[in-house]
Nanobody
Framework: QVQLVESGGGSMQAGGSLRLSCAVSGTTSNWLCMAWFRQVPGKEREGVATIYTPGGSTWYADFVKGRFTVTISQDRAKNTMYLQMDGLKPEDTAMYYC??????????????????????WGQGTQVTVSS
């Protein structure tokens, strides 16, 4: 059974930083597209960043480029994805979700958020940024 558990959310003032974690267990695939999404009540969910393993190729939404960084743990056995969020803005306030889907893509390619929508999801962690 695949399980994803997010942690690290909280409240922060604008300009500050937070690091989200997503611990993944139960996956059987060696090729994974892992993604962060966010959603504000009343608005559509939006993809924030993806990372593909093996290889570590990444994709970022324009609104977080240069501010957020997605990584995965060096210890493959831990299978944990991180989202380092720097330069936080009030508009980053949202519930953040991680998701994972087994996927085989060409070496060096990036995976897109839509590749993960049908996969496994975590329960979400709230990020609130005040001005």
């Amino acid at each position: 059974q695949v399980q994803l558990v997010e942690s690290g959310g909280g409240s922060m003032q604008a300009g500050g930083s937070l690091r989200l974690s997503c611990a993944v267990s139960g996956t059987t695939s060696n090729w994974l597209c892992m993604a962060w999404f966010r959603q504000v009540p009343g608005k559509e969910r939006e993809g924030v960043a993806t990372i593909y393993t093996p290889g570590g190729s990444t994709w970022y939404a324009d609104f977080v480029k240069g501010r957020f960084t997605v990584t995965i743990s060096q210890d493959r056995a831990k299978n944990t994805m991180y989202l380092q969020m720097d330069g936080l803005k009030p508009e980053d306030t949202a519930m953040y979700y991680c998701a994972v889907q087994g996927l085989s893509i060409a070496l060096g390619s990036t995976c897109a958020p839509e590749n993960v929508v049908g996969g496994y999801w975590g329960q979400g962690t709230q990020v609130t940024v005040s001005s």
